[in-house]
């Protein structure tokens, strides 16, 4: 499959009424891996936050997992949401209930209704990413490698097809930091396109793919050999 998830064109990125980046034009096929680069500031999570509706797009035309983010619609962003999984750096996890209650919290808000389906869900997810003995842990109980692994795997509750993950290594070690890598690669390799923030260079030096870089108020393609 190549057909495009993503496209952007003409597109302005504004946040507060300031331009934080212009003149995009970008598209995303099936599967693709994709690096976002750039130093703090410079508009990579500005960038994501836009793609899932968090800010809205006014310039330009932008279409993901067929919606059109220029047009849409408030009642239509939990929608869009539930095709997109969203992977961020301070994992987001409640603090007040174990690992298979978050998840169970999230199949609850986006319509799930049958427990045993619930259930095999859940366990499902956290096969995926290596935490399925972890269930019944509360996230304080958890590494923050663990928790991030629990993160991904909230983030794949309604199979969506897009994974969007803003910084995800942000707050762990280099070692911690490769494994959350390698998950979201071995996800990547079963079908699903990611889009992942970083500014660990290390990261794209040890596992190298497309990569994109925010700086000067643009985003644009670069090859390894130049980050």
Known sequence: MSESVLSLKNVSIYQSNKVILSNINLEVKHGEFIYIIGKTGTGKSSFIKTLYA?????????????????????????????????????????????????????????GWTDTTEMQNKIDEVLDKVGMKGFANKMPHQLSGGEQQRVAIARALLNDPEFILADEPTGNLDPQTSVEVLDVLRKINANGKTVIMATHDYALLMKFPSKTLKCEDGSIFEVVQKTV
């Open 54 to 110: 968090d800010l809205p797009l006014t310039t330009g035309e932008g279409h993901i997992v067929e919606y059109d983010l220029v047009n849409l619609k408030e009642k239509d962003i939990p929608y869009l949401r539930r095709k997109i999984g969203i992977v961020f750096q301070d994992f987001q996890l409640l603090p007040d209930r174990t690992v298979s209650a978050n998840m169970l919290f999230v199949l609850k808000a986006t």
